[in-house]
Every structure is written in structure tokens, then in C-alpha cells.
């Protein structure tokens, strides 16, 4: 028996990503950053911050306004996520 590839839009119950974590230290401080890779397309997301990455899976299972929306509200800049028109940003 074979394995089917779906595409993700034809699926909108099923989400899997490849989540990557790691601490960044400078100074004083310690910062824990993140990033999704969608299995399929190969398409990664990254995270400055967990509130982020949560933001995010809030969006995608429908939870929570879109993450443009809450970092407009609360005066953060914007993350980088993959959307139709714009596609997703690949780290290197």
C-alpha cells in the first residue's frame, strides 16, 4: 500500500510541520526562537519569539485573529508567514 501526498489547502482538519527550537544567547538576556517546515513543500516559517509560533498555530487551527492582526493590536512588527499571495520565507 502507497502513501498518498495531499496538498494542505485539501486538508484543512490536518496541520504537520517540522518544529525546530533553539536559545540564543547576547549578554544578559536569553531568547528562545523557532520555526515550522512544512513537510511537503519544504516551506519554513520562523519565529523570534514563542508567543509568535503560538500566535501562529492559533491562526492556522482557526483558535485566533490572523497574526498580522494581534501584532497591528499590540504594536509588534509583523512575522513572516506563508499566505497564498506571498508565499513563505525559507531560511537559510
Known amino acids: 500500500m502507497t502513501q498518498e501526498r495531499r496538498d494542505p489547502e485539501e486538508a484543512p482538519g490536518?496541520?504537520?510541520y517540522l518544529l525546530r527550537l533553539w536559545r540564543e544567547?547576547?549578554?544578559a538576556s536569553t531568547r528562545w526562537r523557532a520555526s515550522l517546515q512544512d513537510p511537503v513543500s519544504g516551506h519554513r516559517v520562523g519565529f523570534a519569539h514563542l508567543d509568535e509560533l503560538v500566535a501562529f498555530l492559533r491562526?492556522?487551527?482557526?483558535l485566533a485573529a490572523p497574526v498580522e492582526d494581534l501584532a497591528k493590536a499590540h504594536g509588534?512588527?509583523?512575522t513572516s508567514l506563508p499566505s497564498e499571495e506571498r508565499g513563505s520565507e525559507q531560511s537559510t
Open 14 to 16: 490536518y496541520h504537520s
Open 25 to 27: 544567547t547576547g549578554g
Open 76 to 78: 509588534a512588527p509583523e
Open 59 to 62: 491562526e492556522r487551527t482557526g
